[in-house]
Structures are given as C-alpha cells and as structure tokens.
C-alpha cells in the first residue's frame, strides 16, 4: 500500500473506533497502535511502517475535533483537503492529497507530535528512550535437579548459550528471571528479562508434597515381623532406616530432613510407606510355617488392631 491509498483510507477504520467514539477514545485508540507500530520500533519492517502512517494521518483528523466535524459532514476528504470538483485529480496530479509525505517517507503530521512525545518521551518520536521485550522460554529439569539444584544451560534464539543456576527446591511452574537476557533496549534502553518456565520430568521412585518426599518402600515379611534395617533412596543418597518389630504393610515411617530444601536453609521430611513382599520363589518351609499357624491367632490379632 502506497502512501496516497494510505491517507485517503477511512480513518475511523484505521483506528478501530466508532464513528461516534469521543475524543478520548480516538486518542486512546491511536496511542496503542503508535506504542505497537512506530517504525523505530520496528526497523526495516515496511508494513508496520505503512500501518503507521495510516494510523498518524487518521488521527491528525479524527484528534482535531474541527476537521473531524469537517470530515463527517464531508467537506473535507480523508487526507485533510477540501473536497475537490470532478476530474480535479486527474488534471492536478501529485497535487494536495501529496501534502502529507515527507523526504523519510514517514506521515509528517504535526497535530500528532504532542501525543507521540507524551508516549515516546519529550525528545519525540525518533528520539524515545525503551526497554527492550521480555521473553519467555521452558526447560524441563531431572526431578532430582529441581530437588538438589543444577546447573542447566539453554540456549536462546538470538544469543548466545546462557548457563542457569537451578536453586534447590525448584518447583513445578516456578519461573527463573534472568535480568538483561531478553530482547535488547531502544536508544539505550535496558535490555529485558529472560522468563524461564520451569518443568520437572515425573521420577520413578519419588513424588513431592510441598516440602516433603515420599516413597513406597518393599521389606521382607521377616523384616515386618522381627524389625531390621532396610536402605532406603533418598533425594541425596541412600540411607539407613530402623524398620520396629510387626510393622504392618502401609505403615508410614519418617526420615527426618530428607525432603525438599527451604529457602531458610531448613528441609522438609522424606516419608516412606511400608510395603510387604513375600519370596520371589516359592517358600516351603515358610507355607509349612503358615499352615500350622492357629487360625484363633489370625482373628485375634485382627481383633486387636480394630481397638
């Protein structure tokens, strides 16, 4: 679209307003499209140049409440001029409707530089000073390098590898900022921030709640009857674990400071539910064992445990 198809376009279209939007709707319409379209913005991008300028001529109309009223009872045409006489086009080419271009090829409207340098800054359109865009990006993370921290490098689209520290704990969801990592400022503005979105892979052994770990844990029947140690997986290793004596299956043991670490320096609790296995083989002494076991001592013990 060529600058004349631009200005002569219908200016409550370019702004996206009403034909009867009040003046501060007008202004309002056109301060998001300059913020969104201005060419320093957007360098060597010819289209949101030419939305530009449309949106520019628009309001330099529509922002002037004595044109607009011209506008509207048409006496004057999209571009500001008098609506000329048949066939003046044709025999004054490159005449008013030119007016409005500049040596930049940018609209040269005066009536729009108030608000420019109301968005942009006192120095005016080319001169504004703008931090750049944040930019958002995920990294999926070990569960285990969420729980201890890491170190994670990721690589973004337009720069160079970034290393990551993981800080311990790091939750699902949870988003790191990296200051000065996002899209570069205008006319020396700060740089923004690197987003980063986390996500933590499921682990086989180990599921989080809040703060705290837990785990199912198989022990010999032997074990849940006579008591013993068992190693158990933690998020830092494997350790030790006192299983008592007739530790009934689903039974819920706690391995104090073995979650998830806090920010104060403190660390929730690893949780570990009882499971029984019997023989991987079949066991003929110990069905022997069972056989001769007094059924009383079965309906006993059940009794028991329903007090």
């Known amino acids: 679209m060529d600058a004349k198809q631009a200005l002569n376009t219908d200016p409550y279209t370019v702004l996206g307003v009403a034909k009867n939007a009040s ?28 939305k530009f300028k449309e949106a520019s001529a628009a309001y330099d109309l529509l922002g002037d409440p004595e044109k607009r009223r011209r506008y509207d ?8 001029a008098e609506r000329p006489p048949r066939g003046f086009y044709r025999e004054h080419a490159g005449g008013p409707q030119d007016r409005y271009a500049s ?10 530089d108030e608000i420019l340098a109301e968005i942009f800054g006192r120095g005016g359109g080319s001169k504004f000073r703008m931090s750049g865009q944040d930019v ?10 969420a729980i201890n921290g890491s170190k994670q490098q990721v690589t973004l689209p337009e720069g160079p590898p970034l290393d990551i520290t993981i800080p311990p704990g790091t939750r699902e969801g949870q988003i790191l900022r990296l200051r000065g990592k996002g899209m570069p400022g205008i006319n020396g503005g700060s740089a923004g921030d690197a987003l980063i979105e986390i996500a933590v892979r499921p682990h086989p052994l180990f599921t989080r709640d809040n703060d705290d770990i837990r785990i199912e844990l198989s022990i010999p029947l032997r074990t849940a009857v006579l008591g013993g140690k068992v190693e158990v997986p933690t998020p830092d290793g494997t350790v030790s674990m006192t299983v008592p004596k007739w530790s009934n299956g689903g039974s819920v043991l706690r391995l104090k400071g073995k979650g998830v670490a806090r920010r104060d320096g403190s660390r929730g609790d690893e949780y570990v539910k009882l499971l029984l296995a019997l023989p991987g083989a079949p066991d003929a002494e110990l ?21």
């Open 23 to 50: 003046q501060d709707e007008i202004r309002k319409a056109y301060r998001t499209l300059a913020k969104k379209l201005h060419p320093d913005l957007n360098p060597g991008n010819k289209e949101c140049e030419e």
């Open 73 to 80: 009872n048409g006496e004057i045409d999209a571009t500001g």
């Open 103 to 112: 040596a930049e090829g940018f609209a040269d409207m005066a009536g729009t």
């Open 136 to 145: 958002r990006y995920r990294l999926e993370l070990g569960f285990l390098d």
């Open 287 to 307: 069905e022997r064992f069972m056989s001769q076991w007094h059924a009383d001592r079965d309906g006993s013990a059940a009794g028991t445990a329903g007090t």
